[in-house]
């Protein structure tokens, strides 16, 4: 059973870098042909995709964050990680990490509370 | 990018038939998923490729699609299914097919 964590801090201020990693177990990032998406939700909203990565490090990103996001792959640690840059209070969100199985998204990390806020 | 239209609640006697639907121009290229959420926790898919269950997904769950509509049913609807559903797909509007999702159905069951 594949198992997804995310883990970075909780509270980022205004302007900086919010950096996530996720960590798999359970799984090689390395097999088969899945993607490993980050997702994000704000209250009350709907899932909001932001990008994904493949075990080979080819990236795909939401065109609305495409200036501001960034997703890396280290597969030596069965982990991927989101930087997004020049936060706001609009980027207040939990943040999910994932499997992407291309045609659906079949395991999906607890996720955390990420808050903007000096 | 494209979207995916779910109304927004629905409610449902314990034991009956409820069907929650989620409309978008995406849908007639791809299929639907559908994810369950409860307060606090993380999606679980319930349905893929518009009317799988996973392993572990109790049968009342099953889903159906039609041109542009996908659908959710639970037939005889238990406490343990009052949550909110999420449709997705993929998003074929763009360059690279990305993934979207709608803005979700919160189920009551009475």
């Known amino acids: 059973q594949v198992q997804l964590q995310e883990s970075g801090p909780g509270l980022v201020k205004p302007s900086q870098t919010l950096s996530l990693t996720c960590t798999v177990s359970?799984?090689?990032?390395?097999?088969?042909?899945?993607?490993w998406s980050w997702i994000r939700q704000h209250p009350g909203k709907g899932p909001e995709w932001m990008g994904y990565?493949?075990?080979?490090?080819?990236?795909y990103y939401n065109p609305s964050l495409k200036s501001r996001i960034t997703i890396s792959v280290d597969t030596s640690k069965n982990q991927f990680s989101l930087k997004l840059s020049s936060v706001t209070a609009a980027d207040t969100a939990i943040y999910y990490c994932?499997?992407?199985?291309?045609?659906?998204?079949?395991?999906w990390g607890q996720g955390t509370l990420v808050t903007v806020s000096s | 990018s494209s979207e995916l239209t779910q109304d927004p609640a629905v409610s449902v006697a314990l034991g009956q038939t409820v069907r929650i639907t989620c409309q978008g121009d995406?849908?007639?290229?791809?299929?639907a998923n559908w994810y369950q959420q409860k307060p606090g926790q993380a999606p679980i898919l319930v349905i893929y490729?518009?009317?799988n269950r996973p392993s572990g997904i109790p049968d009342r769950f099953s889903g159906s699609s039609s041109g542009n509509t996908a659908s959710l049913t639970i037939t005889g609807a238990q406490a343990q299914d009052d949550a909110d559903y999420y449709c997705?797909?993929?998003?074929?509007?763009?360059?690279?097919?990305?993934?979207?999702f709608g803005g979700g159905t919160k189920l009551t069951v009475l």
């Open positions: 997705n797909s993929r998003d074929i509007s763009g360059s690279h097919p990305d993934w979207v």
């Open positions: 990565i493949s075990h080979s490090g080819s990236t």
């Open positions: 490729n518009s009317n």
């Open positions: 994932a499997r992407d199985d291309f045609y659906y998204i079949d395991y």
């Open positions: 359970g799984g090689s990032i390395n097999s088969g042909t899945y993607y």
């Open positions: 995406s849908l007639k290229s791809y299929y």
